[in-house]
């Protein structure tokens, strides 16, 4: 039985949340390949940070520097709130953990992704 996009989110948000990144990305992965514009950028934004602490976790920090910078481009035009997310929380500490990365420090505390609302796709940007 297919999982409908909220049940995935979810699912996604709670592996992100406990730092099960990769795991993360493959979930979320999911609902946005059919998914088109506004939303589209918005479930990537979230694919780059899961997928950048992934790297970093990794010892990959060109690559972590890379997509946490992918991520807050994208999140940009989602801010402060989008899908039940706040966005503008998850883009403050992903920048602050960029910032701790691109010093050649290692991030200890990686963010959460607080959610304040059921997701809704949003396919008309409302």
Not at 45 to 74: D, P
Request: charged fraction near 25%.
């Amino acid at each position: 039985m297919q999982k409908d996009a909220a049940t995935l989110f979810d699912e996604g948000i709670e592996l992100f949340n406990r730092c099960e990144f990769f795991d993360c990305h493959e979930v979320l992965e999911e609902i946005w390949t059919p998914t088109k514009q506004p939303e589209r950028w918005f479930l990537q934004s979230l694919i780059h940070f899961a997928v950048g602490f992934y790297h970093h976790q990794r010892g990959n920090f060109a690559g972590a520097t890379r997509q946490l910078r992918k991520g807050l481009r994208k999140i940009q035009g989602y801010l402060p709130e989008w899908g039940g997310v706040r966005t503008a929380a998850i883009e403050q500490e992903a920048r602050r953990c960029l910032e701790i990365i691109e010093a050649g420090g290692r991030v200890e505390t990686f963010p959460k992704i607080e959610q304040f609302a059921a997701y809704r796709p949003q396919a008309d940007g409302a």
